[in-house]
């Protein structure tokens, strides 16, 4: 298995085994989306590529892709479409503009449940967060995706303690390197 990153233009070649992924993880619970919601990830997919500080890397074993993360740079005027909205609501301007704007914005990352306990997310996560300015990353996540917080917390992500209304159970992560993570007004952990 190799991790490898891949341009914008360059995903598409790979849209079937990231189709796969994603229904095989997002189907199951706590997503419980519908596996159909997987082609729509894939068109969707196509859009986010053109996205300024477009990334995605991709684990592959032979030509099966085992996982894949998707990451981009948070645009300077904080959008309002898909959860921005709630979540500018939950931090208020001055830390969206201050923490996310122009930061590593980690949109999906997904890892085939037969590759799980092997490294494959680490080494997703890195690939796609490791050119963040200042250590600067972001994530949204749900509280109820235990696997998922406990895998950001071995990683060294700070959940912001505030829940994101609107969208139940969304929460803001940010990355090891943030500086709001380690600044006066240090983030807490939970549980």
Sequence with gaps: MRVRQVSGQDVPAYAEGVRRVYAEVFSAPPWNED???????VERLATDAERPGFTAALAVDADTVLGFATAWTTPPVFPTDRSYGD???ALGGG?????LCGAVEINELA?????RGAGVGAAL???VSEGAVDGRCWLLTSTHAGASLRFYRRAGW???PV???GRAGLVVLLGPDH???SGPAALETRA
């Design 87 to 89: 979540v500018a609501r």
């Design 158 to 160: 700070h959940q912001v």
């Design 35 to 41: 596996p159909a919601a997987a082609a729509a990830y």
């Design 95 to 99: 830390r969206v503009r201050a923490w």
């Design 125 to 127: 996560l890195t690939a």
């Design 111 to 115: 890892v085939a449940p037969g590759a």
């Design 163 to 165: 829940p994101v209304p």
């Design 179 to 181: 500086p709001a993570a």
